[in-house]
């Protein structure tokens, strides 16, 4: 048989009502755990953004950390750190759920390449603007509030999506520990006796569907944010 | 229970092998990477649009799936079209594939970046075909990709640890296996996960120092 005989004979037994409830909490599940964890990272990669900031930062040892942090998290797989998180949940008996494992693997990640992403946007505002606030007796802290954010953060915004999309992707890594998400979906409903052929193909065709409307939305904040001249940089 | 570092000393030599072994499929795909991209971005440079609409679906298609899922079909699903592959050469075949859509996307940034006036001071100067692609796309070409390239490459070793989902041996495989041993998993993973930070360090200055010298790039890698 060829491959499109098995998918036209396959396909009826295939899509039904409960296969894809199954696949749509399988897409939420990926997505859940994607977004949430890239917002935590975005969160703590934002705290080790500020802690590189010489501004804010008078010690350098605090850098020196954050850039240690920054170093380890993005050269180590996906799949070996989550297999860590993993292991460490169960060395330290924790009794972590599934998906506590895998926000926090995506989160640890995304806090390495968040801070450098961050730390890019805060160096395309010229250092003489912190000097200049810094010199009218602005906080630090406002400074970076009221003016290098304001500034940085169209830099920031676009690859920020772009990391998402590719957190998106790096779920399916989590299969391995066996949350269900989409890759693991398509291998319990492969392991059920459908095809993989049709099973693996649905998988990449609902990926490619998120990964479609996560980068339209790119493009679009992108457009949005470049169009428009730029006032506040001089 | 406390963590055991001893044990799991005799498994070092076997890691340094499996590290080894990311390095030379992340090389290989690597290498079949660069030369679809370099097919692909003429032909979006280039090409008339009907080739131009298959390349931009080539590169949506793999940039916008998972490359372990690609991997998972390639491995599992084409055996019921009758296309059996070995583990190591469905992970080739599907690192490949997905670095060449990549590459594609950079190496058509890197063909953008001769300035106009170059080319029309050698055509000016008498310079042969060769001469203008040797002296002036050349060094701006590889100026402009050197530092993407290299990241590309330092990523694809970082990736090559899904292999080991399929059987593969390099670094994570041979981690799983030591694991299924010994059941150290806590000091396995973390020596491993340090391993890869050294590996990714070591490729990244080396890839630095040549840049540096060959090339004249001062960026940094990675």
Redesign the interface.
């Known amino acids: 048989m060829s491959a499109w005989d098995i998918i036209l004979a396959e396909a009826p037994r295939f899509f039904t009502w409960w296969n894809l409830r199954f696949l749509a909490l399988a897409v939420v599940n990926t997505l859940v755990a994607s977004v949430a964890g890239c917002a935590m990272g975005y969160a703590a990669g934002f705290a080790l953004a500020m802690l590189r900031l010489p501004q804010l930062m008078g010690f350098a040892p605090v850098r020196v950390l954050a850039i240690l942090w920054v170093e380890t998290f993005r050269r180590i797989p996906f799949l070996v750190l989550l297999l860590l998180v993993f292991f460490l949940s169960q060395f330290a008996r924790l009794e972590a759920p599934l998906w506590a494992v895998a926000v926090t693997a995506v989160a640890l990640r995304m806090s390495a390449l968040a801070a450098e992403n961050i730390r890019a946007g805060f160096e395309t505002v010229r250092p003489t603007q912190w000097e200049a606030a810094l010199t009218m007796n602005m906080p630090a802290l406002t400074t970076l509030r009221r003016i290098i954010l304001p500034q940085s953060w169209r830099v920031i915004l676009p690859p920020s999506i772009v990391h998402v999309l590719s957190m998106v992707k790096e779920t399916s890594l989590v299969s391995q520990i066996g949350f269900i998400e989409i890759t693991f979906a398509a291998k319990m409903l492969t392991q059920r006796g459908f095809s993989a052929l049709l099973t693996y193909g649905t998988a990449l065709v609902l990926y490619f569907c998120v990964s479609w409307a996560l980068a339209s939305l790119g493009r679009w904040a992108e457009r949005r944010l470049t169009l428009r001249p730029a006032r506040l940089t001089p | 229970?406390t963590l055991q570092y001893g044990q799991i000393l005799q498994y070092l030599p076997d890691f340094l092998l499996g590290a080894l072994m990311a390095l030379w499929i992340a090389g290989l795909a690597f290498a079949g990477g660069l030369l679809i991209g370099l097919f692909g971005a003429a032909a979006l440079t280039y090409g008339a649009w009907p080739l131009r609409a298959a390349v931009t679906a080539y590169v949506?298609?793999f940039?916008?799936?998972?490359?372990?899922?690609?991997i998972?079909?390639l491995f599992?699903?084409l055996?019921?079209?009758g296309i059996i592959l070995s583990p190591i050469t469905a992970v080739l075949i599907g690192m490949t594939l997905n670095a060449g859509a990549y590459l594609t996307e950079i190496e058509r940034a890197g063909f953008t970046s001769v300035p106009q006036a170059e080319l029309d001071a050698a055509e000016t100067l008498g310079f042969s075909r060769l001469q203008t692609i040797w002296y002036v796309i050349a060094p701006h070409v590889v100026r402009a990709l050197y530092p993407a390239l290299s990241s590309h490459y330092i990523i694809m070793t970082?990736?090559?640890?899904?292999a080991?989902?399929f059987g593969v041996e390099e670094l994570?495989g041979r981690?799983l296996n030591a694991n299924a041993i010994s059941f150290r998993?806590?000091e396995i993973?973390?020596v491993?996960?340090v391993m890869?930070?050294v590996l990714?360090?070591i490729a990244s200055t080396l890839l630095w120092l040549v840049g540096r010298w060959l090339f004249r790039v001062k960026a940094k890698v990675f």
């Not at chain 2, 940039?63 to 690609?70: A, F, R």
């Not at chain 2, 970082?158 to 899904?162: A, E, F, Q, R, Y």
């Open positions: 229970m949506r298609f940039t916008y799936t998972p490359q372990l899922v690609q998972f079909f599992f699903a055996p019921e079209a970082l990736g090559t640890s899904m080991a989902i994570t981690a998993s806590v993973f973390s491993v996960a890869y930070i990714t360090i």
